[in-house]
C-alpha cells in the first residue's frame, strides 16, 4: 500500500482551491451560525448567485471583475429576500426558508425557460479566462515533497487562500467589536438583546447579508476554479459540507472555517485513497467495487466526525466550557 | 394640583411616597408627577381578557409595586409596555412622549428598561461582556465602526470603567471575566439589574425581582432598589413576596384579571376588601374555605 502517496494526494486537496473555497464558506457561515445563531441552511443558494451572477455577466460580456461585483450584489439581495420575512420570526422559519430557496434556484437555474441566460442544465463554460490571463506566475509545474502543482492550480490556490485569509481578518475584527458582541448577544437570548435597546432585527439582517455574500464569493471561487457554472452540482449537500467544515474547526472561532476546511477535505481524500488502493489491490476481498468509493468515503467520514462529536465537541479551535453551558 | 411638587422638595429626608401623600387611594388616580400613563390598554388573546387596564400613573422617583393573583395580567402588561407584545387597543406615554405601539428596542432606548421573571443571562459572554453590551448608543455597535477599532476605542474604555463600578457595587466585580453561565440564580439576578442600569433607564421595570433569590440576597437587592429610588430612579415591580412589596414600595398597583382594582399606600391596599377578595376568592367562598380548613 502506497501510504505515502495517499498523504502526498489528500495535502494536495487539503491546500487546493475547493479547500480555499469552502474555508471562505464556512467563515460566512460562522457569521451566520456561529456568532449571531441564524439558522441557514441553504448557503449553496449564496453559492449559487454569487457563481451565476458572475458567470451570466461575463457570458453576456462583461468582465470577470464587473461578474464579481453582480455575484455580490445578487447574494445582497438573496440575503434580503431570505431575510426580511422571517428575521422577525423564530429561529426555525429561516432555516425552512433558506433550505427551500436554495433548492429552488437550482432548479430555476436548470429549467429550459432559463436557457438563454443560464444555459439550462449544461450550464455556462469558459467564464473565468480573464482571471487566468492575470496569472502572473510563467507556465511551467510547480511544487516541492512530491506535491506538484501547475501555474494555473497554484494561482487559483494562493487567490484562494489569500481571500480566506482576508475574510477572516475582516470577521475577526468585526466580531471582537461592539458590534460583534450584539451578534452574540442575540445568539445567546435576542429577547435580552431587545430589552437593551439593540435592533435585533437590522443585526441579524446585517449579518445575514455579510455571511452570504462570503458564501457569494465561495462560489465565485469554485467558478473559477472549475471555469464552468453546472447547476446540479449547486446541491444542498454542498450546505452540509460546509457546516461539517465549521462544526470541525470549532463554531465561533476564528481560525476554525480554515482549518476545518483543511482537515476536512484532507481527510475526505485520505479516505478515497486509501480505500481506492484497497479495492483495487482487492484486500477488501470484492466486497466494493471503484463505483462504492465516493458513497463508502462519505460513509468513512461520518463516522469520523461522529467520533469527532463524541470525543471533541468543541470541534478544534472550540472551548468546552461553553459548550457545557448549554447544559445549565 | 400646585401645591405637591413643593411639598416634595421641602422634604430633604425622604419620609414617605415622594409626594403621593395627598393622592386618594382609589384605582386609576391621576398623581402630581406621572412619569407614565397608560390609557386604555386592552390586551384580548382569543376570548379572554389578559390585560384591561382603563387608566394607570407611575409617579416619578418612587417605588410602585404590580401586584394581583396569578393571571391578573401583571407580566402581561409589562410585556405592552416594552413593546415585547402589541396590544390590541390602547396608548401611553413616558415622561411625556407618547409612545405609539413602540418596538422592544425603540421602548429600552426611550428609557423603559424591563428585566425578566426568567433571568436572561447571555451564558457565553462574560459577566462583564454582560454589562458592556447594555450602554446605549454605543458607536461601535455600528457595522462599518466596528470594522474601525479608533472610532470605538476611547469609548469602549469609558464603557468598561463605567461596567466596573456597577460590578463593584452589585458585588459581581470577582466574576467579570467568568461566563455569566457559571453564575448562581441570585447572582444572575443581580447581574441583570446592573445590566439593566447600564441601559441608563428612566423607568426601571422589574419583573419578579426577588423570585427564587434567597432571604439574604433579597436583603441586598431590596437594598440596592432602595438606593436606585433615593437617587432619583422610577422603580415599577411585578412581585408576589408580600413582605418585600409592604417593605419597599411607596404605592402599591393591584391587578385582577386583566384590571386595576385597587392602587395606594401598601398599607391601605393590604386592608382593601377587594384586594383580599382577589387573592382569596369572594367573602363566601373565603369563609366557605375558613370553616373547611
Given at each position: 500500500m502506497d501510504l505515502a502517496g495517499a498523504l502526498g494526494e489528500a495535502l494536495r486537496v487539503g491546500i487546493g482551491p475547493q479547500a480555499a473555497a469552502y474555508a471562505v464558506a464556512a467563515i460566512g457561515l460562522n457569521l451566520h451560525f456561529g456568532y449571531t445563531g441564524l439558522l441557514n441552511f441553504g448557503h449553496v443558494g449564496f453559492f449559487l448567485v454569487g457563481a451565476y451572477g458572475a458567470a451570466i455577466t461575463v457570458d453576456a460580456g462583461g468582465s470577470l471583475w464587473l461578474g464579481i461585483g453582480v455575484g455580490l450584489l445578487a447574494s445582497v439581495a438573496l440575503a434580503l429576500v431570505l431575510g426580511?420575512?422571517?428575521?422577525?420570526?423564530?429561529?426555525d422559519y429561516l432555516a425552512i426558508v433558506t433550505i427551500a430557496v436554495a433548492e429552488i434556484l437550482r432548479l430555476v437555474v436548470r429549467a429550459n425557460a432559463a436557457r438563454p441566460l443560464t444555459g439550462g442544465v449544461f450550464g455556462i463554460r469558459a467564464v473565468a479566462g480573464s482571471f487566468y490571463d492575470l496569472n502572473p506566475i510563467p507556465p511551467g509545474t510547480y511544487g516541492a515533497l512530491g506535491l506538484v502543482f501547475s501555474h494555473r492550480s497554484l494561482w487559483v490556490i494562493i487567490a484562494g487562500w489569500t481571500l480566506a485569509g482576508a475574510c477572516t481578518v475582516v470577521v475577526w475584527a468585526l466580531v471582537r467589536s461592539p458590534w460583534g458582541r450584539v451578534l452574540r448577544a442575540i445568539r445567546e437570548d435576542e429577547d435580552a438583546a431587545r430589552s437593551l435597546g439593540k435592533n435585533v432585527f437590522a443585526y441579524k439582517l446585517q449579518s445575514l447579508v455579510l455571511g452570504g455574500a462570503l458564501g457569494a464569493l465561495a462560489g465565485i471561487l469554485l467558478m473559477i476554479n472549475q471555469q464552468s457554472v453546472v447547476p446540479d452540482t449547486y446541491l444542498a449537500v454542498l450546505t452540509f459540507y460546509t457546516y461539517t467544515v465549521l462544526i470541525l474547526g470549532g463554531?465561533?472561532?476564528?481560525?476554525g472555517p480554515i482549518v476545518g476546511s483543511i482537515v476536512f477535505w484532507f481527510l475526505t481524500q485520505l479516505t478515497e485513497s486509501l480505500l481506492r488502493q484497497a479495492v483495487q489491490s482487492g484486500s477488501l476481498g470484492g466486497l466494493f467495487d471503484v463505483q462504492d468509493l465516493a458513497a463508502l468515503r462519505f460513509a468513512l467520514v461520518g463516522l469520523g466526525l461522529i467520533l469527532l462529536m463524541v470525543?471533541?465537541?468543541?470541534?478544534?479551535?472550540?472551548?468546552r466550557a461553553e459548550l457545557q453551558l448549554d447544559a445549565t | 394640583m400646585p401645591p405637591e411638587p413643593a411639598v416634595a422638595e421641602t422634604a430633604a429626608p425622604r419620609t414617605g411616597p415622594g409626594g403621593l401623600?395627598?393622592?386618594?387611594?382609589?384605582?386609576?388616580v391621576a398623581k402630581p408627577d406621572p412619569i407614565l400613563v397608560v390609557d386604555g390598554v386592552c390586551r384580548r388573546f382569543g376570548g379572554l381578557v389578559a390585560v384591561d387596564v382603563a387608566h394607570l400613573e407611575v409617579q416619578r422617583g418612587t417605588i410602585c409595586a404590580l401586584i394581583g393573583p396569578n393571571g391578573a395580567g401583571k407580566t402581561t402588561l409589562f410585556n405592552q409596555l416594552t413593546g415585547f407584545d402589541r396590544p390590541d387597543a390602547g396608548r401611553w406615554t413616558f415622561d411625556g412622549q407618547a409612545l405609539e405601539r413602540p418596538s422592544a428596542h425603540r421602548s429600552a432606548r426611550a428609557g423603559m428598561v424591563r428585566t425578566f421573571q426568567l433571568t436572561k443571562a447571555l451564558s457565553k459572554m462574560s459577566v462583564l461582556d454582560n454589562i458592556r453590551l447594555?450602554?446605549?448608543?454605543?458607536?461601535?455597535?455600528?457595522v462599518l465602526s466596528g470594522l474601525a477599532p479608533w472610532r470605538w476605542r476611547s469609548e469602549e474604555a469609558a464603557i468598561t470603567e463605567r461596567a466596573g463600578t456597577l460590578l463593584e457595587r452589585f458585588g459581581l466585580a470577582a466574576m467579570a471575566g467568568d461566563y455569566a453561565g457559571t453564575l448562581s440564580g441570585g447572582q444572575r439576578k443581580l447581574l441583570e439589574l446592573a445590566r439593566a442600569l447600564m441601559a441608563e433607564p428612566r423607568l426601571l421595570m422589574l419583573d419578579e425581582p426577588m423570585a427564587g433569590v434567597n432571604p439574604a440576597l433579597t436583603q441586598s437587592l431590596l437594598g440596592h432598589i432602595t438606593d436606585l429610588r433615593d437617587a432619583g430612579m422610577t422603580v415599577l415591580f411585578v412581585e408576589h413576596d408580600m413582605d418585600v412589596v409592604m417593605g419597599i414600595s411607596d404605592w402599591v398597583v393591584c391587578m385582577a384579571e386583566g384590571s386595576v382594582i385597587a392602587e395606594g399606600p401598601p398599607a391601605a391596599v393590604g386592608n382593601n376588601e377587594r384586594v383580599v377578595d382577589a387573592y382569596l376568592g369572594t367573602h363566601r367562598s373565603a369563609a366557605a374555605e375558613e370553616g373547611e380548613g
Open positions: 426580511v420575512p422571517t428575521l422577525r420570526l423564530r429561529a463554531t465561533g472561532t476564528t481560525w470525543f471533541r465537541p468543541q470541534g478544534i479551535f472550540g472551548r | 401623600e395627598e393622592v386618594a387611594a382609589e384605582p386609576g447594555a450602554a446605549p448608543g454605543q458607536r461601535g455597535e455600528r
